[in-house]
């Protein structure tokens, strides 16, 4: 037996159905390929409506939800769709399981799901009974130019062929009664569009940092080697364990990188972001001298290159203590001497302390190696290579 289901409140329930409809032409791959319609069916009204799509992936699922608001002008509070996959991750008579992109964009519209039970076109008749008539008053016998020809034309057929049709059962139009009994009563539509995300599950590297399309996140450290959930929309990448949000980014290009420095080891941070004023400020606070001869060291035009040394001198401080390098930077920077190496020489003989002897005077007469202004006179030159020619038969005997 067969039993009829009340059709319940005006504007509160909607049914969804994908229909193979047949071949229309595709101008991005230059060929005809098979599309097909998402059909909307107000359950009071019977008013209904068409999105037209090459695939059955959730963002055209969700491309037909924004374009059906639209077009009715509000939100149905309860949609019944068969199990599409990109609703249903697991499906159930009494607990289906939806996937978490649908759960994610029925919060943002503010719809509750209610699926159709596997095999089961009596748990949607009302957009079952539709399927037939698309394909046979609309699609039919039609030739569309491409995929937005059809759109224009499925809306167009919506409102006035099947909107104002004499229903057989209601013995009423469908667009009539649902702008009388049920356009008042649905929900708002969204104030912003669906930004449709992508939803992946990462891994947190020993880098601290997780891969969302082909862009890097970082972590804090406490997730490394954990696996977290990733939604990424057109504006910013959440980061979740287990439900709670963990971290949050502005969302990156391909081949980018979003780093928070509160998330690396502060002994490494500084060297991981090339902050260089950091190290600066760590320099000044082992000692006047120290801060100066670290800014010496970044006087450069690629200036992150000398990181290392600055890195060894607070090494230095660390090891030595401030009180001993910043005797010892005040020495180097009085004799001009820029070498991190010269100090740590210094604090391992513990010289840095030793003060530095006075220039001595140069000498009254001339120097021992002094030579005669003479020697450099061409002639002079000439006249001593004679000479030493001659002399030399004498040298040899």
Same mark, same amino acid.
């Given at each position: 037996?067969?039993?009829?289901?009340?059709?319940?409140?005006?504007?509160?329930?909607?049914?969804? %159905? @994908?229909?193979?409809?047949?071949?229309?032409?595709?101008?991005?791959?230059?060929?005809?390929?098979?599309?097909?319609?998402?059909?909307?069916?107000?359950?009071?009204? +019977?008013?209904? @409506?068409?999105?037209?799509?090459?695939?059955?992936?959730?963002?055209?699922?969700?491309?037909?939800?924004?374009?059906?608001?639209? @077009?009715?002008?509000?939100?149905?509070?309860?949609?019944?769709?068969?199990?599409?996959?990109?609703?249903?991750?697991?499906? %159930?008579?009494?607990?289906?399981?939806?996937?978490?992109?649908?759960?994610?964009?029925?919060? *943002?519209?503010?719809?509750?799901?209610?699926?159709?039970?596997?095999?089961?076109?009596?748990?949607?008749?009302?957009?079952?009974?539709?399927?037939?008539?698309?394909?046979?008053? @609309?699609?039919?016998?039609?030739?569309? &130019?491409?995929?937005?020809?059809?759109?224009?034309?499925?809306?167009?057929?919506?409102?006035?062929?099947?909107?104002?049709?004499?229903?057989?059962?209601?013995?009423?139009?469908? &667009?009539?009664?649902?702008?009388?009994?049920?356009?008042?009563?649905?929900?708002?539509? #969204?104030?912003?569009?669906?930004?449709?995300?992508?939803?992946?599950?990462?891994?947190?590297?020993?880098?601290?940092?997780?891969?969302?399309?082909?862009?890097?996140?970082?972590?804090?450290?406490?997730?490394?080697? +954990?696996?977290?959930?990733?939604? =990424?929309?057109?504006?910013?990448?959440?980061?979740?364990?287990?439900?709670?949000?963990?971290?949050? *980014?502005?969302?990156?290009?391909?081949?980018?990188?979003?780093?928070?420095?509160?998330?690396?080891?502060?002994?490494?941070?500084?060297?991981?972001?090339?902050?260089?004023?950091?190290?600066?400020?760590?320099? *000044? +606070?082992?000692?006047?001298?120290?801060?100066?001869?670290?800014?010496?060291?970044?006087?450069?035009?690629?200036?992150?290159?000398?990181?290392?040394?600055?890195?060894?001198?607070?090494?230095?401080?660390?090891?030595?203590?401030?009180?001993?390098?910043?005797?010892?930077?005040?020495?180097?920077?009085?004799?001009?001497?820029?070498?991190?190496?010269?100090?740590?020489?210094?604090?391992?003989?513990?010289?840095? *302390?030793?003060?530095?002897?006075?220039?001595?005077? &140069?000498?009254?007469? &001339?120097?021992?190696?002094?030579?005669?202004?003479?020697?450099?006179?061409?002639?002079?030159?000439?006249?001593?290579?004679?000479?030493?020619? =001659?002399?030399? #038969?004498?040298?040899?005997?």
């Amino acid at each position: 037996t067969t039993v009829r289901v009340a059709d319940g409140t005006p504007g509160k329930e909607c049914q969804v %159905d @994908f229909a193979r409809l047949g071949l229309i032409y595709d101008p991005v791959q230059g060929r005809r390929r098979v599309a097909h319609a998402l059909i909307f069916t107000a359950v009071y009204s +019977r008013h209904m @409506f068409i999105w037209l799509t090459f695939s059955q992936t959730l963002e055209a699922v969700i491309a037909g939800c924004e374009a059906a608001w639209r @077009f009715f002008g509000g939100v149905f509070g309860v949609l019944v769709p068969d199990n599409l996959s990109p609703v249903i991750a697991s499906a %159930d008579a009494v607990n289906p399981t939806f996937t978490t992109g649908w759960l994610d964009y029925a919060q *943002h519209a503010g719809f509750a799901t209610d699926p159709a039970r596997v095999r089961s076109p009596k748990d949607k008749p009302r957009v079952e009974r539709m399927v037939q008539y698309v394909r046979g008053n @609309f699609f039919a016998g039609e030739d569309f &130019a491409d995929l937005a020809d059809a759109q224009v034309r499925a809306e167009a057929w919506c409102r006035s062929t099947a909107g104002l049709r004499l229903h057989g059962t209601t013995a009423a139009r469908p &667009a009539e009664v649902f702008a009388e009994q049920e356009a008042g009563r649905l929900l708002a539509p #969204p104030e912003r569009p669906y930004d449709v995300p992508i939803f992946k599950q990462v891994k947190v590297h020993k880098d601290f940092h997780v891969e969302v399309g082909k862009a890097l996140y970082s972590v804090p450290g406490a997730y490394i080697g +954990r696996h977290l959930l990733a939604r =990424a929309d057109g504006a910013l990448v959440k980061l979740f364990d287990g439900g709670r949000l963990v971290k949050t *980014h502005p969302r990156q290009s391909a081949g980018g990188r979003s780093t928070d420095r509160a998330d690396l080891p502060e002994h490494r941070a500084a060297y991981a972001m090339r902050d260089i004023d950091a190290l600066i400020r760590a320099a *000044h +606070r082992a000692g006047l001298n120290v801060g100066i001869y670290a800014e010496r060291h970044f006087d450069d035009s690629l200036p992150w290159t000398r990181m290392r040394q600055v890195y060894r001198l607070l090494g230095l401080v660390r090891r030595y203590g401030a009180g001993p390098v910043e005797a010892a930077c005040g020495k180097a920077l009085e004799l001009d001497v820029l070498s991190v190496s010269k100090i740590s020489s210094m604090l391992a003989a513990g010289t840095e *302390h030793v003060p530095i002897p006075p220039p001595r005077p &140069a000498a009254a007469g &001339a120097g021992r190696f002094a030579r005669d202004p003479a020697e450099f006179n061409p002639a002079r030159r000439a006249h001593l290579t004679l000479l030493g020619s =001659a002399e030399a #038969p004498e040298r040899s005997s």
